[in-house]
């Protein structure tokens, strides 16, 4: 919705050709289902999710397809997407989940011993698309040629990090004042 009112075409009841509405809906607003959970393909111990297209972490574009995980019974799980290929994978530890330079956090998923019992969305709006917020939180690069978006943002105690180009970096000292 646009606040009150909303500048999205509406469906009426007595409409004809309901469905070419909706479906115009869902084509414009595809992006945002990137990473969704589908729920046509999640049943039981297996998750489904969209595909979509992703600006990766070497500033190329790739297509993720459809696809599902097979989670673990009985534990809290994460989901995540890798930054550098699209991939989606899960694990009950929270290594990949933390580590939020290479990975994009999509979903926390408790199951029970046959099937999913709740899962909370952390995907951010337009994250998947390079307009994410471009600061590393606090994740400096490891050289001035470190894997990097133009754009982006890194700091630590010393310094503050932009990568310039692609996987170039310059720095300034952190000075107090």
């Given amino acids: 919705m646009a606040n009150s009112s909303t500048n999205i075409d509406t469906i009426s009841s007595t409409q004809a050709s309901k469905e070419v509405t ?14 969704g959970r589908r729920a046509s393909t ?4 297996t998750w489904g999710f969209y595909g979509g297209n992703v600006c990766l972490s070497n500033g190329t574009r790739a ?22 290929t699209g991939t989606v994978s899960s694990s009950s530890a929270t290594t990949n989940w933390d580590d939020q330079a290479n990975y994009w956090r999509l979903y926390s998923v408790v199951t029970n011993a046959t099937s ?14 390079g307009a994410e917020s471009p600061i590393l939180a606090p994740n400096a690069p490891a050289s001035a040629t470190a894997a990097g978006v133009a754009g982006e943002i890194g700091w630590d105690g010393s310094f503050i990090y932009i990568c310039v180009a692609t996987n170039t970096w310059v720095r300034a000292a952190v000075l107090t004042w």
Avoid at 24 to 31: G, I, K, Y
């Fill in 22 to 35: 909706a479906n115009a809906f869902f084509d414009a607003s595809s992006q945002a289902a990137t990473y």
């Fill in 42 to 45: 999640s049943s039981g111990l």
């Fill in 63 to 84: 297509l993720v397809a459809n696809g599902t995980l097979t989670l673990s019974a009985s534990l809290t799980q994460y989901i995540v997407a890798a930054k550098s």
């Fill in 116 to 129: 999913v019992t709740s899962w909370t969305d952390y995907r951010l709006a337009a994250q998947f698309t």
